[in-house]
């Protein structure tokens, strides 16, 4: 077998461009599959926490009638357990209501929320500091979309619990940049004693409650409690479906460099009959010679994972310090990332070079099966067979 | 000197009740309530509603029996043409052809607009008496138009009101409101209807224009205009039947 790597060094080397030109194709391959494996993961990673700072915390408490994903829920879904505090969740309710900046309507959910809590990144601790009747809190993409600044005001009308209208006027006390649009777009966060206060509801009325330690699970009767990671599990089953469709992609650009090696293959095969017959004449068994071809086949994605890693280890390292800017994104959906940093861990590495590795042995080994029925003889004349 | 005095009293006492008194807020209401209702009625109309840029104007025929129930079939544009609508007391549901399906309309889906309208299902879906949910008082007389008419304030004696009070114009001669302002909790203005092009039907007056405004907006709301109307007149039962719908 040493003496097929030697060999198969050799020749590669001897080859000179031709080499290279595969190598550079398959080393492209791989610098990509790489990247795009780490991008997906720094973006599923980076989900993950903003959505666990930003919007679940360590778990959420949730009244049976709410369905996050249903908009008519909110009305009914809501209700009360004693002393949450004591059981360290934290109060979320929300109810829907509309704003009329400029004349204009935008339906909204009101997110009423203790502004003392330390479960959530919203820093509706903001609240507590302003001088303005009614002060609330608004993220970028509600402020853009609705043209709203710091120290506007604003019509706001909600319906109390009995579904009585009522209106007053709103002060944007402040406004807070997330990644995350499901607590931003759309969304009026204010102090949950006032939002009990103007909906007439009772002290600790919720439509959710924010669990500050991490528990596995919660019996409450009309409750249902989320931990953390069913929480994020959407996060992991939406790479897993981008995943598939990168796979699809970069299994192309594999499939053409691969295709490379398989022409090379047989080109090879076809050139050294002489060179084939010979090594059959010296005593190499025939499934020798096929071993040296397919090695040498296959030792061009060794090259290639190296000139990958050696080319690819400074732009991975760059992108994963400085993170790649991805612009101005819809105030809708999961969380929209502006800057992914890539995570490239060591399996990713392994798994990617023994891809690449594997199917260019099995790509070099096909042709060189043919090299099995070769008549020696005819081999060493240089026959073609 | 007893004698006279004692007749003086008992003379302006009787001229007390016979000094003609106007309606009570209550008696207007009611009677505001008689002149607007029948039996059944069939009204052919127009619903223009403006937008921000330009209007639409959506045609439909409506069959109405008593309170409670209540059928639209909208005839143009074409986009709108064969959608159906069917309100049987506290139910409604929607027919579109589009879809070939029916589809009831229930809790918050009731708050949403009208085809776009400043009026929401929920508006159409009231018809629980004025009386029934607010108490009301005459605030006073003024001229609307030209003419005279009470403004009268009603006050939500009940929790479950939509609107916490109302102001409703009423014309003195014909007893048909001209105005109404809705409000909210707070005393916010949020919607007010106008009624204008009064017209005489089966002895009955009737508003055959009204403009609906959601205060809170921009804009100059939605005009709903009957183009023709006959009242009590007779309505075959299977108009207001779910199988109506798909037909």
């Known amino acids: ?385 | 000197m007893k004698k006279t005095a004692l007749f003086t009293i008992i003379g302006l006492i009787a001229m007390s009740f016979m000094l003609p008194t106007g309606p009570s807020a209550s008696q207007i209401i009611q009677k505001v309530d008689d002149n607007m209702s029948s039996d059944t009625r069939i009204t052919e109309s127009q619903m223009i509603i403006h937008g921000r840029r330009n209007s639409r104007t959506i045609t439909s025929i409506g069959y109405s029996r008593g309170k409670y129930d209540n059928f639209t079939e909208y005839l143009a544009p074409e986009r709108e043409k064969g959608t159906k609508m069917l309100k049987l007391k506290d139910y409604l549901w929607i027919y579109s052809p589009s879809s070939d399906r029916t589809i009831q309309l229930s809790g918050h889906m009731l708050r949403q607009s009208v085809m776009g309208s400043d009026l929401s299902y929920e508006d159409m879906m009231e018809d629980r008496k004025l009386l029934d949910i607010y108490n009301a008082e005459i605030e006073g007389e003024e001229e609307v138009d030209g003419k005279k008419v009470w403004r009268l304030a009603l006050t939500a004696k009940v929790d479950d009101a939509t609107y916490h009070s109302r102001k409703l114009w009423v014309e003195q001669e014909r007893f048909v409101p001209l105005k109404e302002d809705l409000f909210a909790k707070s005393g916010q203005l949020l919607k007010r209807t106008v009624m204008s092009d009064i017209k005489k039907v089966d002895g009955k007056w009737y508003p055959h224009k009204m403009n609906y405004k959601d205060m809170l907006k921009d804009g100059q709301g939605t005009d709903f205009v009957v183009t023709k109307m006959q009242i009590n007149v007779p309505i075959a039962d299977e108009v207001f039947n779910k199988s109506n719908l798909k037909k």
């Open chain 1, 1 to 385: 077998m040493r003496l097929a790597f030697k060999l198969a060094f050799r020749n590669l080397i001897g080859a000179g461009l031709r080499t290279w030109l595969n190598v550079i194709v398959l080393a492209f391959a791989f610098i990509l599959i790489v990247f795009y494996h780490g991008l997906n993961s720094g973006w599923n990673e980076q989900a993950k926490r903003e959505t666990v700072e930003w919007e679940v915390g360590q778990g959420q408490l949730r009244n049976n009638g709410y369905d996050p994903y249903d908009p008519f829920t909110i009305a009914d879904g809501h209700g009360r357990i004693d002393n949450p505090q004591a059981q360290g969740l934290e109060p979320v309710l929300i109810r829907q209501g509309s704003i009329y900046p400029d004349g204009r309507m935008f339906s909204t959910f009101l997110r009423g929320m203790d502004p003392n809590q330390k479960v959530l990144k919203v820093p509706v601790h903001l609240l507590k500091d302003s001088k303005a009747d009614f002060p609330v809190l608004i993220g970028k993409r509600m402020a853009e979309s609705a043209h709203l600044k710091q120290g506007d005001e604003v019509l706001m009308r909600w319906r109390d619990k009995h579904g009585t209208y009522d209106a007053t006027t709103i002060t944007v006390a402040g406004i807070f940049d997330s990644n995350l649009p499901s607590i931003d777009a759309g969304q009026i966060w204010m102090d949950i004693h006032k939002l009990w206060e103007i909906t007439g509801m009772p002290e600790n009325e919720a439509t959710f409650y924010i669990s500050a330690t991490a528990k596995e699970n919660m019996d409450v009767e009309g409750w249902t409690y989320y931990n953390q990671a069913s929480l994020v599990q959407y996060i992991d089953d939406l790479a897993e479906m981008d995943k598939i469709g990168a796979m699809i992609m970069y299994g192309l650009l594999l499939a053409i460099a691969l295709l490379a090696i398989f022409d090379t293959q047989v080109l090879s095969i076809f050139r050294r009959q002489k060179e084939i017959g010979t090594y059959i004449a010296l005593g190499l068994t025939r499934a020798r010679v096929v071993a040296i071809f397919t090695v040498e086949g296959s030792m061009y994605s060794i090259f290639a994972s190296v000139v990958g890693m050696v080319a690819g280890y400074p732009l991975f390292a760059y992108f994963a310090k400085t993170g790649i800017g991805m612009g101005e994104t819809p105030a809708n959906g999961i969380a929209t990332l502006q800057r992914i940093y890539p995570v490239y861990g060591v399996g990713l590495i392994v798994s990617t070079t023994a891809l690449v590795i594997i199917s260019a042995t099995i790509v070099s080994f096909l042709p060189s099966k043919k090299i099995a029925r070769m008549n020696p003889v005819d081999a060493l004349k240089g026959k073609l067979q």
